[in-house]
C-alpha cells in the first residue's frame, strides 16, 4: 500500500474516489437524456468517468444529430444531481487518508467537474476546506485523459510531477496521471461503486 514518506503530493480525483457519487450522477444523466431522447447506458456512462459534463452532452448530441444548447444541458444536468446529494456517501478508505495526511504534505482534489459542483461534494461528505487547491474543468482547456489537469495541480502546488500520487476511480484518469509522470492508485482495486443495474 501506499506510504505517506514516498511522494510530495497527494492528488485526488472526486467522484468516484473520494465520494460515491456514480448513481447520483448517473440518476442526473438519465433525466436529461430522457428530456432529449439521447441514449446514454450505465456501461457507458462509467467507461466515460472523469470527462467533463460539457464533453459528455457535446458527444451524446453529435452522436444523436441532435442540435442542444449545450449550456442548458449542463445547467439541467447539475441542477438534477445536486437534487440527489443525500444518495451520496463518503468512500471511507479515501477520505481516510485525506484526514491522516491533512497537515503533513500538500492534497489537492483534481476533478472534471465544475468547481461549484465538487465544493457542495466535499461539504456533504465532511471535507469542506481539507483540501490545499482544487483544479476544476474550468482551470484547464483540455481535460483528463490530457495530463493537464495534474500537471496544473502540481505547479499549483510547487511540487515535481513525478513525485505526486494520484487516487482515481477512471480508467480516463489513470490515463492522465500516468501521462503526466505520476504514481497511481486505482479506488476500483478497494472499492466498488453502486449501480442502478447491477
Known sequence: MWHLQTHDALLFDCDGTLADTMPAHYLAWLHVSDL????????????????????????????????????????????????RLEHVAAIDPVVD?????????????????????????????????????????????????????????????????ERCVVWEDSDLGIAAATRAGMDWIDVRSFHTPKRLNP
Do not use: W
Not at 431522447?37 to 444523436?64: K, Q, W
Not at 469542506?128 to 495530463?147: C, M, N, Q, W, Y
Open 36 to 83: 432529449h431522447g439521447l441514449s446514454f447506458d450505465e456501461n457507458r456512462f462509467y467507461a466515460m468517468g472523469g470527462r467533463p459534463t460539457r464533453d459528455i452532452v457535446a458527444t451524446l448530441a453529435r452522436e444523436a444529430g441532435l442540435d442542444l444548447d449545450l449550456d442548458t444541458a449542463v445547467r439541467t444536468k447539475e441542477e438534477s444531481f445536486l437534487s
Open 97 to 161: 487518508v485525506v484526514r491522516r495526511s491533512q497537515g503533513r504534505i500538500p492534497i489537492a482534489v483534481v476533478t472534471g467537474g465544475h468547481r461549484a459542483v465538487c465544493e457542495r461534494i466535499l461539504a456533504h461528505i465532511g471535507l469542506a476546506g481539507a483540501f490545499d487547491l482544487i483544479v476544476a474543468s474550468e482551470d484547464t482547456a483540455r481535460h483528463k485523459p490530457d495530463p493537464d489537469p495534474f500537471l496544473e495541480a502540481a505547479r499549483r502546488l510547487a511540487v515535481r510531477p
